[in-house]
């Protein structure tokens, strides 16, 4: 096997949450795969782990929102990162609104947008949600905004356990 650790060990992504809605079901998730993927027409991926219960819901979703934090907002992404699904209603702990297509929009974040799913990748234990931005919104001022990085969420611990 090929030892991967002194590479990935140097990146730092910036973290987002992905909340997903399909069929009266919400759950959001804290996600450190995510990447523009396509510069025209724009698209970006999110990557989802097969043990998530955010991957169940977002398998049905038509939509997905994608929401940026800043390492302010750290509660809020140990709740979305520490917390499962399946034992706790996240959205009655926040703030959040409905937008295009019935996706849900945390309303603290600093940027989000939601993307029609256009394609599902699946690459073993996570699978590849590419989007195509429909809507997006931002904060009155995000201009110098440090953005949450992996370096500031490594203290929460996964809801779900990490896939070996």
């Not at 730092?12 to 919400?26: E, H, I, L, Q």
């Not at 759950?27 to 995510?34: D, I, K, T, Y």
Request: glycine residues 8%.
């Amino acid at each position: 096997m090929v030892d991967m650790d002194a590479f990935v060990d140097r990146l730092n992504p910036d973290m987002c949450v992905v909340t997903a809605t399909a069929d009266g079901d919400r759950a959001g998730c804290l996600v450190g795969f995510a990447s523009q993927c396509s510069m025209e027409p724009v698209r970006f991926v999110v990557w989802l782990s097969k043990v998530n219960r955010t991957y169940e819901v977002a398998r049905r979703a038509d939509f997905l929102a994608v929401h940026l934090l800043t390492p302010e907002q750290f509660e809020l992404a140990a709740l979305f990162g520490g917390e499962t699904g399946d034992e706790v209603d996240k959205f009655a702990r926040t703030r959040w609104t409905e937008r295009h297509g019935g996706a849900v929009v945390l309303q603290d974040s600093l940027v989000w947008f939601v993307g029609s799913v256009a394609q599902r990748i699946d690459a073993g234990d996570h699978v590849g949600f590419v989007l195509e931005p429909v809507e997006s919104g931002r904060q009155e001022k995000t201009e110098g905004r440090s953005l949450l990085r992996l370096a500031d969420a490594l203290t929460i611990d996964p809801g779900h356990p990490v896939p070996d």
